[in-house]
């Protein structure tokens, strides 16, 4: 079985400074990693995905994600935020291969981007 | 952009009434999800649907439960004699297939059980 933990549910920082939000999971087996993002009054948007080689993914809107298998670790990062990067931020993992496609969640990370 | 939609966006009912969530997948997308999230805690999987049936299904998923795909674009859940418990976000997800499985995801329906 798989868990995510989301250690910090709120996070507040000023615009044009950099965020961490961090994510670790506990899998017994191998792991595909999300990030998803949820703006207000909206459905969830696939911010970036780990599968495979290089451990530092890209994504949308200037968030990258760096996987750390020895620390179970998939910390999602943006070096200068936006107000309109303020939204909830979600980080989820499915298991490798077999037929289980089911995304196991976090609980979340509000961030909060002020002026 | 295609996009997953989800009607109503809110729904009211009184415990003990059946209610009907409906979703509108990617159109050629061929797995379809139903997630739910209680105010406050996770997004919990409640069931993944491929080629007309169940393809797993969580322990939430019980047989108060049910999904369907009457045509060939709505997916729907049906939940029969609702509970208080059951108020939350249900938000359902279509993937295309293979891998990386990307799920779309609608914009949640809100259901509140009085």
């Known amino acids: 079985a798989q868990s995510v933990t989301q250690l910090d549910s709120q996070v507040p920082v000023f615009e044009e400074a950099p965020v961490e939000l961090r994510c670790n999971y506990s899998?017994?087996?191998?792991?595909?990693l999300f990030w998803y993002v949820q703006y207000p009054n909206q459905g969830l948007q696939l911010l970036l995905k780990?599968?495979?080689?290089s451990t530092l993914v890209k994504g949308i809107n200037g968030f990258e994600a760096e996987f750390n298998k020895s620390q179970t670790s998939f910390h999602l990062r943006k070096p200068s935020v936006h107000i309109s990067d303020t939204a909830e931020y979600f980080c989820?993992?499915?298991?490798?291969?077999?037929?289980?496609?089911?995304?196991?969640w976090g609980l979340g990370t509000s961030l909060a981007v002020n002026p | 952009e295609p996009e997953v939609t989800q009607t109503p966006s809110h729904q009211v009912t009184q415990m003990g009434q059946e209610v009907i969530l409906r979703c509108v997948p990617i159109?050629?997308?061929?797995?379809f999800y139903w997630y739910r999230q209680i105010l406050g805690q996770k997004v919990e999987f409640l069931v993944s649907?491929?080629?007309?049936?169940?393809?797993?299904k969580s322990e939430i998923f019980d047989d108060q439960f049910s999904v369907e795909r009457p045509d060939g674009s709505n997916f729907t859940l049906k939940i029969r004699s609702t509970k208080l418990e059951d108020s939350a976000m249900y938000f359902c997800?279509?993937?295309?297939?293979?891998?990386?499985?990307?799920?779309?995801f609608g914009p949640g329906t809100r259901l509140t059980v009085t």
């Open positions: 989820a993992v499915s298991e490798r291969g077999g037929n289980n496609r089911k995304l196991i």
């Open positions: 899998s017994s087996v191998s792991v595909y």
């Open positions: 780990y599968l495979s080689g």
């Open positions: 159109s050629n997308h061929l797995y």
């Open positions: 649907f491929y080629n007309n049936e169940i393809s797993e």
């Open positions: 997800a279509s993937s295309e297939g293979g891998i990386p499985l990307e799920q779309y």
